[in-house]
């Protein structure tokens, strides 16, 4: 019977070997993945390119680390992530690395989200071998690993969404005014400016917050809310 994963293997000179099951349907990949592994002092204790397998083989293995595709045969959607999800909830203790050949954030966080030895990465990480073994070896470690191009397009996402993110500084300093009940003339005199330098911000916030040209007093408040709203 396998050990699980809180008793790793051991050489017989001592050293801890990690347990690996591989879930990849491209072949070559895989074969280079299992190859790149063995040589770096892992155990690939087994193999799979059909999703259906994975939970069965992980049950019967009880693998370190789980090292998988998102998109897997049958249906070649996002199997790989639901055997991934399946793993974590029944068996929470065993590593689990995505393998994907895209960034898609939002199947990344929920992942992610789910606590510790959890990676996502993008299949084109794997390329350089001393960044991937690491990978695998905090995740065993407890860690959580973020591909950085997910990381660069979660904050993408959030400047995205972030309706001040247009703002100029100086912008920002007047709105920030206005949120305190300053009037134009308040503003002017709080930022040694004249009171028409105001208004020409005032009409620029606006503007670039979206907000129509109605009564001026109306928008106004509407951009001290979205002001205080992102705050």
Do not use: C
């Not at 990949?29 to 190859?35: D, P, Q, V």
């Not at 794997?126 to 591909?147: A, Q």
């Not at 300053?182 to 040694?192: K, Q, T, V």
Request: proline share 3%; glycine share 8%.
């Amino acid at each position: 019977m396998a050990t699980g994963p809180s008793s790793q293997h051991r050489h017989s000179n001592g050293a801890v070997v990690t347990r690996v099951l591989l879930a990849e349907d491209d072949v070559l990949l895989r074969e280079g993945l299992a190859s790149l592994l063995q040589r770096s002092g892992f155990e690939v204790v087994g193999q799979t390119g059909d999703s259906t397998w994975i939970l069965p083989m992980v049950r019967e293995l009880k693998p370190d680390l789980v090292v998988l595709d998102i998109r897997m045969p049958p249906t070649h959607t996002t199997d790989g992530l639901d055997a991934a999800r399946q793993i974590r909830t029944e068996l929470p203790e065993i590593g689990i690395l995505v393998l994907s050949a895209h960034a898609e954030v939002e199947d990344a966080m929920e992942l992610l989200a789910t606590g510790q030895r959890i990676g996502y990465l993008l299949k084109s990480r794997v390329t350089d071998v001393d960044e991937f073994i690491d990978t695998l070896e905090r995740i065993v470690k407890g860690g959580s690993v973020m591909d950085p191009a997910l990381v660069q397009e979660l904050v993408t996402a959030r400047r995205r969404d972030d309706p001040l993110a247009g703002l100029s500084e100086r912008e920002h300093e007047v709105l920030a005014l206005m949120a305190e009940g300053r009037s134009n003339a308040g503003i002017a005199r709080r930022l040694w400016v004249t009171e028409g330098t105001v208004e020409k911000h005032v009409r620029h916030i606006l503007s670039k917050l979206g907000l129509s040209e109605t009564d001026d007093d109306h928008r106004r408040v509407l951009a001290v809310v979205t002001f205080l709203e992102t705050r």
